[in-house]
């Protein structure tokens, strides 16, 4: 990328990223100044070696592509000690660790997991014991054939010491 800066110089490099300010990182940068002399009124261009530079957004005037785009992969590979690192192409860097499709990837058997037996529906319920201090229904109806009164339901017993 060549950008161009507010003050005339220009910055020459690999860009490796920027963010909503329009702050830009670029790698391998050279820096390119136009020097006129006062006295012969002639323009000369000088070249300084940066490094790695993170440039701020404010500063930036124009942003303007410098080299061709990555060649699209074909069909057929070549093995990687065959293939010539040119500078100005992106490749993607070796980390050691062969790559792997992530959907592909899943957990070792029994591991983030409930078991296989408890994944299958069970036969019956398991018995519930009844809420404490509940009367049974035969106790609660009035025998005179009334309505069952409309009240508070009982209240539940404290919890365990400590809450």
């Known amino acids: 990328m060549r950008l161009t800066l507010s003050d005339g110089r220009q910055l020459v490099g690999t860009m490796k990223g ?19 002399n006062r006295e012969t ?31 699209e992969e074909t069909a057929i590979r070549l093995p990687q000690a065959t ?10 860097a070796g980390r050691g660790v062969p790559m792997t499709n992530p959907a592909l990837q ?24 009844p809420p404490p201090f509940q009367q049974s229904l035969a106790t609660r109806l009035p025998l005179n054939g009334q309505s069952v009164p409309r009240q508070m339901p009982p209240r539940m017993p404290p919890g365990p010491p400590g809450m």
């Open 106 to 129: 899943t957990a070792p058997r029994g591991v983030g997991l409930p078991a296989p037996s408890m994944m299958h529906p069970s036969a019956m319920r398991p018995p519930m014991m």
């Open 18 to 36: 920027f963010d909503r300010h329009m702050n830009v990182v670029l790698g391998d940068c050279d820096e390119f100044r136009i020097i006129k």
């Open 41 to 71: 009124k002639e323009e000369r261009e000088e070249k300084r070696s940066l490094g790695f530079v993170l440039l701020r957004g404010e500063h930036l005037m124009l942003m303007t592509v410098e080299g061709r785009p990555p060649p």
């Open 83 to 92: 293939v010539p690192v040119n500078p100005g192409i992106a490749k993607m």
